[in-house]
T-cell receptor, first 115, second 111 residues
């Protein structure tokens, strides 16, 4: 069966520090991968999606970046965190090639607090 | 731009009541997801539908493609149903399943 992991589960970082959040998927190949963010009091927003290794699209301009060094690994990074980067970050995956619409499966999330 | 509007934002019910949450979406969205988010933040996918109606236990989801409207119903509500319910629209074609989310409905069911 397929499993999605995210770490860390919680993170408190000072403003200006770097960030690296990791997401890995098990039990499937070549998944579509997504990073979402839920800021306090706001709805979920798509940040990045990837349809393959080194194929990443950004949906929202910001100081975050994403990378996909391996088929089932998706990393969210920042060189310098801002207070506005605080929020709940969710990774998700879907299986391409199946008949639309694609079922999406969500990871447990990382709660990031920038102080 | 794809948009999803959800109502109500907050909903309080007594145990046993029938609950309805509504979602309207814009042209370009071809399928609706209904998600449940628990207080810890974890999200569970409840339904994904592009036509008709789906049922799972006490939960029923319907979608009207012509009216671009979907509803989530909970029959015989229970305090454990308390959570945030989110509808999310998926565009078709080469959108790769990207989702546009509603603001969520905070449901509280009292015993």
């Amino acid at each position: 069966s397929q499993t999605i992991h995210q770490w860390p589960a919680t993170l408190v970082q000072p403003v200006g520090s770097p960030l690296s959040l990791e997401c890995t998927v098990e039990g499937t190949s070549n998944p579509n991968l997504y990073w979402y963010r839920q800021a306090a009091g706001r709805g979920l927003q798509l940040l990045f999606y990837s349809i393959g290794i080194d194929q990443i699209s950004s949906e929202v301009p910001q100081n975050l970046s994403a990378s996909r060094p391996q088929d089932r690994q998706f990393i969210l990074s920042s060189k310098k965190l801002l207070l506005s980067d605080s929020g709940f970050y969710l990774c998700a995956w879907s299986v391409p090639g199946l008949r639309f619409p694609y079922e999406q499966y969500f990871g447990p999330g990382t709660r990031l607090t920038v102080t | 731009k794809n948009e999803v509007e959800q109502s109500p934002q907050n909903l309080t019910a007594q145990e046993g009541e029938f609950i309805t949450i509504n979602c309207s979406y814009s042209v370009g969205i071809s399928a609706l997801h209904w998600l449940q988010q628990h207080p810890g933040g974890g999200i569970v996918s409840l339904f994904m539908l592009s036509s008709g109606k789906k049922k799972h236990g006490r939960l029923i989801a319907t979608i009207n493609i012509q009216e671009k409207h979907s509803s989530l119903h909970i029959t015989a509500s229970h305090p454990r149903d308390s959570a945030v319910y989110i509808c999310a629209g998926a565009a078709g074609g080469t959108s790769y399943g990207k989702l546009t989310f509603g603001q969520g409905t905070i449901l509280t069911v009292h015993p």
